[in-house]
């Protein structure tokens, strides 16, 4: 199952790093072979990193990307610190926090992003 979610998020990245290469960022920095990887983020003081999918960069704005492909309920509280951090980063760069997921899970997420009150802007993903 790992994989076959490692290969669905590789595919998500490639088709979106080709939609966004067209309206011209200055870089994209995304988990996929030819570009650089998004740098380490971490909250002050804890040993726990996180690193986005994908960072574009335009001028002084960097927006962040993450593709989930189902809340976790072991995990959920490292997933919601995850998006808390790449918002906050988001909104000090002036950008945007844009999480991706499967139009089927969406009310999960949808029901999260409001609940945490999360600074992250949904995105649903249709089935190929």
């Known amino acids: 199952m790992a994989t076959s979610t ?3 998020k590789e595919r998500i990245l490639k088709k979106l790093v080709k939609k966004l ?8 920095k995304a988990k996929l072979s030819g570009f650089k990887t ?6 002050n ?3 726990k990193k996180f690193v986005p999918d994908m ?6 704005v960097m927006d962040f990307y993450e593709f989930e492909n189902k809340v976790r309920e072991r995990d959920v509280q490292d997933q919601v610190a995850k998006w808390i951090l790449f918002g906050s980063h988001a909104k000090q760069n002036r950008g945007k926090f844009y999480l991706m997921v499967p ?8 029901n999260l992003i409001e609940k945490m ?7 649903k993903l249709e089935k190929p």
């Open 45 to 47: 003081g804890s040993l």
């Open 117 to 123: 009150q999360l600074d992250a802007e949904l995105v």
């Open 38 to 43: 998004p740098s380490e983020l971490s909250y």
């Open 55 to 60: 960072v574009t960069y335009k001028k002084d």
């Open 6 to 8: 490692t290969q669905k």
């Open 21 to 28: 290469d067209k309206k011209g960022f200055d870089e994209i």
């Open 103 to 110: 139009i089927e899970n969406s009310d999960r997420f949808e």
